[in-house]
């Protein structure tokens, strides 16, 4: 079966430092990986795509993919506290047209 | 603006009766839409493919007689909770792929269902 494993959190930060957070995935056959950020309550917005080994840069937002360690992880720099929310990382596996498999979610919460 | 639309927002029904959620995609056609359920600090899971002109596909574990999706149009999804009970209280999202430069996928604002 294929997995998507996050740490659930909370991962508390303080405003203006780097938040990381880290997903990992089962299935090497995976092609396309995103990013998504969940407030309370809402639907899941896009963050982040990435669909090649190295890094990613999009304002205070940096994805990092290692298809070897099926690793992917993003990194908030400058942290505020409108950035607390949960991240949802989410896998497309080859094969699957558009279906995408989500982990559980990392909560953020940055302190002011 | 929003690229994928959700009606209604939140419903509320008594338990027994059946539901209507429309997901549409706005300025492009999707001939595919997902539909998800998410309950109260879990995940998104993933209930059903829907697939424009043809019958949908259900994830293991779901029930089709009770989740009925219809997608009769490139721009247009439904998913009809039938004879709802509590239980099926959830947050209701779907998606939809633009198929432009990677297909980009784009949730809808997603759906409050209380069966009461």
């Known amino acids: 079966q294929k997995e998507v494993e996050q740490n659930s959190g909370p991962l508390s930060v303080p405003e203006g430092a780097i938040a990381s957070l880290n997903c990992t995935y089962s299935d090497r056959g995976s092609q396309s990986f995103f990013w998504y950020r969940q407030y309370s309550g809402k639907s899941p917005e896009l963050i982040m795509s990435i669909y090649s080994n190295g890094d990613k840069e999009d304002g205070r937002f940096t994805a990092q993919l290692n298809k070897a360690s099926q690793y992917v992880s993003l990194l908030i720099r400058d942290s505020q506290p409108s950035d607390s929310a949960t991240y949802l990382c989410?896998?497309?596996?080859?094969?699957?047209?558009?279906?995408?498999?989500f982990g559980t979610g990392t909560q953020l919460k940055v302190e002011l | 603006g929003a690229v994928v639309s959700q009606h209604p927002s939140r419903v509320i029904c008594k338990s027994g009766t059946s539901v209507k959620i429309e997901c549409r995609s706005l300025d492009f056609q999707a001939t595919t839409m997902f539909w998800y359920r998410q309950f109260p600090k879990q995940s998104l899971m993933l209930m059903a493919t829907s697939n424009e002109g043809s019958k949908a596909t259900y994830e293991q574990g779901v029930e089709k007689d009770k989740f009925l999706i219809n997608h009769a149009s490139l721009t247009l999804s439904t998913l009809t909770v039938t004879s709802a009970h509590p239980e099926d209280s959830s947050f209701y999202i779907c998606?939809?792929?633009?198929?432009?430069?990677?297909?980009?996928?784009?949730f809808g604002e997603g759906s409050w269902l209380t069966v009461v």
């Open positions: 998606s939809a792929a633009d198929g432009i430069g990677g297909n980009t996928i784009y």
């Open positions: 989410a896998v497309n596996y080859l094969g699957g047209g558009n279906k995408l498999t």
